[in-house]
Structures are given as C-alpha cells and as structure tokens.
C-alpha cells in the first residue's frame, strides 16, 4: 500500500537510487518531508523559469520575526521527487508539521527540544548514532561515512530497505528516546500518511529522511489515538510561502545552515556525471587553475584523477571522494601551497551557483519595485548572480545615480546589499562612489519585513526615515538622518529634517554638538547639487549655527583637561575645514576673531591655543612676525615646559613645514630647546616626539639637516648670509638625541 524511501537530505546517490525506485514502483501518490503550508508552491516547480539551487520561503505575515527556509537543489532528492510526481500528474503533498505550528511552539518546548543535562551524560552511541556508526567504520563524522556508503556507490532500489533495518536497529537497539519537535513532527507524518491511505491511493510513495524512515515504515506500532493526543491542541497561524533565489555557498555547512552539504558543487557533478567524477571534477581543476594563471595540463588532471583513486583504495573506499581528490590535487596542481587549494574549495567544492526565480511567482509589492528599479538601473546582473563585486558609480549618469539612491534606500530598510567604500575624510563631494554588492537570500526577509513602510523603496525609506526623526532629541542623530536621506534621494523625508535641524539647533546651548552638526551641513550644503537636491533650507541653518558657534567657542575651551581638549582639537579641525568649504565672507570673519580670542586666551588650553595660531597664520591673518612672537611668547621661560610642549604640538599639528621654510621660527624652537635644564628636558621630551612623530620622512629628514647647519640667517645689507659657525664636537654630543627627538633612530 505504501512504500518508505529514506534518504540524505540533498544526497545525489540517495537522488539516483530514489528516482529509480519511483520509476519501479510507478506511485498514485507522493508524500514528501516537507512543511506541510510549504504546499501552495508546489504549482509553480515545473516553471520553466525556476532554476536550482532555490527556496521556500514561509513566514509569518503578521510577525516577520517567524520565517523559515526549505532550500533544493538540482541534485536534492526532495526536488527530484517532485519534479518527477508533478511531471506524472501525481498527487504530491509535503507531510512534515506545518510551520505554523512550529513558529507557534512555546518557549518551554523549545528549551525541551535542547540538549538537556542528562543528556551529556548518555552513551556517545545514544547522543549521536550515525556518528558512532562512522566512528566504527573508521570515518571522523556521519557525513563522510554517509557519502561513502550511500551517495558515492551505485545501489539498486534495494538499498532503501537496508536503510530501514539500520536505523530500526539504532533507534530500537540503542533506546535513544526521541526529542519534543521529532516527536511532533513524526507524529504528523504519520496523520498524513493515514490521510492519504483514508483518501484511497492504494501505492503511495513517501519520501524522507532516512532516520524517520522506522517511524513511518512500522505504522501499526503507533497508535493514531497516541498520535492525535500529542497533535492536538497545537495552534496554528496563517503563514505565506513563497520561492527565493538560493545559493551553493548558503547550501554549504559553511554558511551556517545546518542542512545543507560540505561540497554542493562536487554533490552536483557527482548527481549527473557518477561514473566519471573524477576525471571530470580533475578537468575542471585544471581549467580553473589554467585561467587564474597557474600551471594545469591535461597530464596534470590524469596523474591527479589516479592517485585520488589509490588513496581510496588504500582507504579501503569503493571510489575516491572529496578528501581523496582534494588531496591529489594539493600534491600534483598545487605542489603543496594553499593558495590554489583555496580555489579550488571556493569554485570547485562549494561552487558560486545562484539560483533564479521568475518574476511571475508572487512577490510583495515593495520587491515587485525593488527589482524594477535593479532592471532600470542596470543592476541585474549582480542582483541576480549572488557573489560578491565591486562596483563604480558616476554621479553625473543618471542610471548611476538612480542605482546609488536605490542601494542607500535599501540601507536605511536595513537591506545591506551594498557597502560604500567611504572616502577618507568621509566628504560627500565626490561625483564618484565605490560599492561593495553582495546580495544575500536572507535579506528578502527584511524586504518583507520593510513591506510595512510602503509599497515603493523610496516610499519605505521616506516614511523610516520620518519615523527615526520622531524618535531623535539628539541634534547630531538628526543631522545623521539628514545625510541619509539626501545620499538616498528621499527628497520628500529631507525638507522635514531640516525643518526639526532647525527647531533643534534653536535650542541647543551645546557648542560643540553644533560644531559636530556643521561638517555634515556644509558637506550637503556645499555638494547637494550633485544628487540633484535642493539645499537652501540647509544654506539658511547654517547662517544661524555659524555665529552661535564663533561667539560660544571661546568660553567652550576655556580651564578643560587635556583629553577634552584633544577631542576639541579634531572639531576645530573639521569645522575649519567646513567654514573654508562654504566660502562665504561673513562665516570667514566671524570664524576667524572666534580662533584670535582663543588665541590670547590664557586660560585656554595650550594645545587650541597653538592649533588656532596656526590655522591663523594659514589663512594669512597672522603675518610671520606675528606668529614669530605668538611662539616666542608661549615658548618663554616664563611658561611651563610641557605647556609649552602641548602649544607647539597645536602649532604644528599636521604639518611641520613652517619651521622648515621660515627660520624664525626655527630659531625659536632651537633656543627654548638649548635653554631647558637637562632634568626638564628629558621630562618634555616624550611630549615633543609626539608632535615630531607625525612628520613625514622628508620633513624630519630636513629638519635633522637644519639642526646640524642651523636655520639660515635673515640677509645682510651686504646681500649674501654669512656662513654658520658649526662646531663637529658640539653637534655629535646632541645628534643622538636629536635624532630621538625627530624618529630617525
């Protein structure tokens, strides 16, 4: 009446042997481990647009938290058997418990379902039978013992009956008693299988894995009375299945997805290509590593294919397996080095295959959008393949800029497709963009998920981004929002943000959250018109911000330690440069009293004080005797050496070019160095490194060469500089510390 067919899951032996015994047996029925509201995609497996390796996937409409995966590939018996029932007109149902039932399980049952204590202490046998079945039989785990007795050899459909009696004996032998979810599911199966039989098919064919087989095959053991008992009660939700694109490397143990295969690409070969898998999987070897370069012939892929297959025997192997070829192509192809064998682990083993899936299967609209806009912006290809790849953008193109706005609105949706190479500085004035694209199968879940945002991607990231502005108090998170929104073209969410910029920026009494704010501001101010964005709303916020700041900076740094002043020192930094950037009079003049009050601030910190001296001197509002005496000022024996150390560390933060091309300066440094007493010295030294440190090679390589000649001195009347006295001894008593102090050593 029925007949049991247990097999590996994704198995290309168990796929052969199992097609065979289908064709034997010619059923009127096909039950399949499967979640059972796994079934409605059953009617689109024959789509000629469906292409392995592929998905269903089952959620939960109203909780997107709850979603499973039930992945094939071309060589998975499960796919197989389909294919072939529908093919035939059959009745082909999946029978495993519903996923609605098993997002629905209680935390007290999933605790059940884990190992217990007790559990630790069971016989290894009882923990994990196939395990201890390929321990004796001299395999280092089930897998490879599996592959070896029943992927790899050819078997006859008798094989299946063998695989009862197995794991009949294990299951009843050992007493290993079965966790809650087995239980369950077992349970289930068992409902379907009685269905099916109350239904009338009089040569029903069930196909699962092999360890149920016991449960389903003996049905008179269990009584259906037990069996309703243990179901019943059990709630059930409504969920929604659906096909997505899979790949080799989610299939593979790698990835993390406990059922998948170590090597779906050489599963693959082994599905269509059994009696000639070496030589084939050897060919292939040589012509992937011929065209990355390296040395591969056809000798190569000969003597590699034979030793394979005597390290099999040797091993006592009916044919040579994945180790075995791994290995002779380590020694003949690779000589012994990694790199090759990497690969050839990456192509050959694993494999880059992606699936597809037709755009006339059902999608939610939000993905119906999302790849309209991949086609228009000519991303299809990348979308579709699955690996990951860089990819450039022009900003002046509109198909680029299309493509940037669509990757940054899937960003925001948390749909990390691509990953932006930030530039250095993190500026956005750049026509250019380099991304790293890599779409995962996982992510079409958080595009589900994303669905309750709108209909559209730009929809969803406009209504997420106005979402996060409500829930922002903080002035940097909303200027944080403000740059997402406008890398993403979301126009109709950035005209709002600016407008709570304004309100929140009206009552921020916090300078430096407003220096924080100002980069960014000027950055979309000043380059918004490369993404086409209108930006005078942006404009009239920072001609509010940028007099509040020059009027509270100097009482900011006033009396603060030498870590805030440090972060103080890096704000100034960026907000000069976004002053300089917006290029308006008005912003330079306000700005730079604000640093000249700094400037001859005693109780600033020396480190500003130094820093705003220089950047004064760059602009040119301090002349070079100006900034001669500003250094001789701070630099006197008046002041603390290390105060003196942090100004000058400020004054050349960056550069050290000044006391190269302007000797007075030079000559300052020189003679507050001569005029420390050795004790103070030594104590300023490590301070001093600090800021020399940071020189480039050159620039210190100048310097040393300056302290061995001395700065050259002003022109005399006379029209030419008299020669420097230099002293041989003098000079190599203090070169060594010199070149301590410069990092030459």
């Known amino acids: ?20 015994a289908l064709e034997a047996q010619q059923p009127d029925c096909l039950l399949i481990e499967a979640p059972e509201d796994a079934s409605s995609a059953l009617e689109y497996m024959l789509h000629p647009g469906l292409h392995p390796p592929v998905a269903i996937l089952i959620y939960d409409d109203k909780d997107l938290r709850h ?14 058997a389909a294919q072939f029932g529908l093919a035939q007109g059959l009745d082909v149902r999946f029978m495993d418990l519903p996923m609605s039932m098993q997002f629905q399980l209680g935390e007290e049952e999933e605790q059940l379902s884990l190992s217990l204590p007790d559990a630790v202490r069971e016989a290894p046998e009882v923990r994990d039978p196939m395990g201890y079945m390929a321990r004796l039989a001299g395999y280092r785990d089930s897998e490879r013992w599996w592959e070896a007795t029943f992927e790899q050899p050819e078997h006859d459909i008798d094989i299946f009956a063998t695989i009862i009696s197995l794991n009949t004996a294990l299951r009843d032998e050992l007493g290993r008693s079965e966790r809650p979810l087995n239980r369950l599911r077992e349970a289930y199966m068992r409902k379907q299988l009685r269905k099916a039989i109350k239904d009338g098919f009089k040569n029903i064919a069930v196909v699962c ?56 690409a050489y599963y693959e070969l082994l599905f269509s290509k059994r009696e000639e898998t070496v030589q084939y999987w050897m060919a292939r070897v040589a012509g992937l590593l011929r065209g990355e370069g390296f040395d591969a012939s056809a000798a190569q892929a000969v003597d590699a294919a034979r030793l394979s297959q005597t390290l099999a025997g040797m091993r006592g192997q009916p044919v040579a397996g994945i180790d075995a070829m791994k290995e002779a192509a380590l020694a003949v192809f690779a000589q012994g080095s990694p790199e090759p064998l990497e690969l050839i682990e990456q192509e050959l083993i694993i494999g880059q295959q992606v699936g597809e899936v037709p755009d006339s299967i059902p999608q939610i609209p939000l993905q119906q ?36 706005h669509l990757l940054h609105q899937l960003r925001i949706l948390d749909v990390p497709w691509g990953r932006v190479q930030e530039q250095p500085d993190g500026k956005l004035g750049s026509f ?38 409500q829930e922002a108090h903080k002035l940097d998170e909303l200027v944080a929002l403000a740059r997402e929104a406008l890398l993403a073209g979301v126009t109709a969410a950035f005209n ?20 924080q704010a100002l980069p960014v501001l000027a950055d979309i101010q000043r380059y918004g018109d490369t993404r086409q964005t209108d930006t005078e709303a942006v404009e009239a916020l920072i001609r509010h911000m940028v007099p509040r700041i020059a009027i509270g900076l100097p009482a900011a740094v006033l009396n603060i330690e030498e870590e805030v002043a440090r972060d103080w020192l890096r704000q100034l930094v960026q907000s000069n440069r976004a002053i300089s950037l917006l290029n308006e009079p008005a912003f330079h003049k306000e700005w730079n009293r604000s640093l000249a009050q700094i400037t001859n601030a005693v109780p600033a910190h020396p480190l500003l004080r130094g820093l705003c001296t220089r950047t004064l001197f760059d602009k040119s509002v301090l002349s070079d005797e100006a900034a001669a005496t500003q250094m001789r000022y701070a630099l006197s024996s008046a002041a603390e050496a290390e105060q003196s150390a942090l100004w000058l560390e400020g004054f050349l933060y960056g550069s050290g070019l000044l006391l190269i091309h302007i000797p007075a300066l030079w000559q300052i440094l020189d003679e507050w160095i001569a005029e420390l007493p050795q004790i103070v010295f030594e104590e300023t030294l490590p301070l001093l490194r600090r800021s020399f440190a940071n020189f480039s090679p050159p620039e210190r390589e100048k310097m040393l060469s300056l302290s061995k000649t001395g700065a050259p001195k002003p022109e005399a009347e006379g029209g030419a500089l008299p020669k420097a006295a230099f002293d041989q001894k003098r000079a190599k008593v203090v070169l060594p510390t010199l070149k301590l102090l410069l990092g030459l050593d």
Do not use: C
């Not at 979603?67 to 197989?80: G, I, K, M, R, V």
């Not at 991304?435 to 209909?455: C, D, F, K, S, T």
């Open 496 to 515: 709002p943000l600016v407008r709570q910029l304004e309100d929140a920026a009206a009552v921020t009494q916090d300078v430096y959250a407003l220096m």
């Open 67 to 80: 979603a499973s995966y039930l992945p094939f590939a071309e060589f998975s018996p499960e796919w197989q």
């Open 1 to 20: 009446m029925y007949k049991i067919y247990g097999i590996r899951h994704h198995g290309p032996g168990s796929t052969r042997s199992l097609l065979q």
């Open 432 to 469: 250019s963009e380099y991304w790293h694209l890599h779409w995962q199968p996982e992510y079409v879940i958080r595009l589900i998920q994303a669905g309750m945002w709108g209909n559209t991607v730009e929809a969803a990231a406009n209504n997420y981004l106005l979402k996060k502005a």
């Open 209 to 264: 894995g092999a360890w149920h087989t016991p449960a389903l095959h003996y049905l008179d053991r269990f009584k259906q009375k037990d069996d309703n008992t243990l179901l019943k009660g059990r709630k059930k939700r409504k969920t929604t299945a659906t096909w997505i694109p899979w790949s080799y490397q989610r299939l593979a143990f790698q990835s993390g997805y406990m059922a998948g295969v170590v090597s779906p």
């Open 369 to 404: 959008d999302m790849e309209a806009r991949i086609r228009s912006a000519r991303l299809t290809k990348l979308y579709k393949s699955g690996a990951p790849e860089d990819k450039a953008l022009d900003l002046r193109k509109d198909t680029h800029l299309d493509a940037s």
